[in-house]
């Protein structure tokens, strides 16, 4: 599923009013539903191409990308599309690291993604955060640190707060958003393929994405691993869409241009 924002001054969007912040957000901002790219099964390289087009095609359009998955695979052709774009600092929130290089012949899922992503010569960089799973193998570890990987674990941001958050972005930056459903509290969000416990918190997640995006400059995102079988009372879906419209109404205060290609 993709969907695209664009800020228009002439277009009336109402927004919502929120009554926790106590005022409206996303009054003006405009999204338009892309549709979903059509996926092969068994095809991998096709699909990584065809995702990479549909992003590109959203950013001709001058509109920002917000990529809803699905397998958190679809990052890393996502990020493609941002070629010729200029640097990206790319910020991961996540409760496992998915820098393994390859395993059982895949370098593409989404154990991998990272890893990949890191290959990628526009990107400048990869904070990642909320980090809290057991780890089994020493060679992503070894192989994140090498890269110069700015880690946060769950305690740390629960601890620091929002601004832990922020420290690890680099002020100013374009930044892609890239979000794993699991790195919330399997209680918060049950809906997922490989949950684990002691996640964050719905306003701990909510609160981190704020202070990113008043942070740096979020020129795309994706919010990747519901999985509605595994979804009771859509618990899972209700968070993500929530949490999606708390993120593009940060991203919206800005009141940045949208990136252009070079």
Known sequence: ??????????????????????????????????????????????????????????????????????????????????????????????????????????????????????????????????????QKYAEPLEAAAAYGVRAVSATELRRGGPDAAAAVVPPGAACYLSIDIDVLDIATAPGTGTPEPGGLTYAELRDAVRAIASRCRVIGLDLVEVSPPYDWAEVTSRTAARLLLSALAAIAERREPFPSAS
């Open 1 to 134: 599923m993709w969907w695209s924002y664009r800020s228009r001054d002439d277009v009336a969007a109402g927004g919502w009013y929120d009554l926790d912040l106590r005022r409206w957000i996303l009054r003006g901002v405009t999204m338009a539903d892309w549709g979903d790219v059509e996926i092969a099964p068994a095809e991998i390289p096709g699909n990584l191409d065809r995702i990479t087009a549909a992003a590109a095609e959203i950013l001709a359009d001058g509109s920002l990308p917000v990529v809803v998955g699905g397998d958190h695979a679809i990052t890393f052709p996502v990020l493609r599309a941002f070629a010729d774009r200029g640097p990206v600092h790319v910020v991961q929130l996540d409760t496992h690291q998915d820098f393994v290089d390859e395993r059982q012949g895949t370098r593409f899922g989404h154990g991998n993604v990272m890893r990949r992503v890191s290959e990628l010569p526009f990107v400048a960089g990869i904070s990642q955060l909320g980090l809290r799973a057991l």
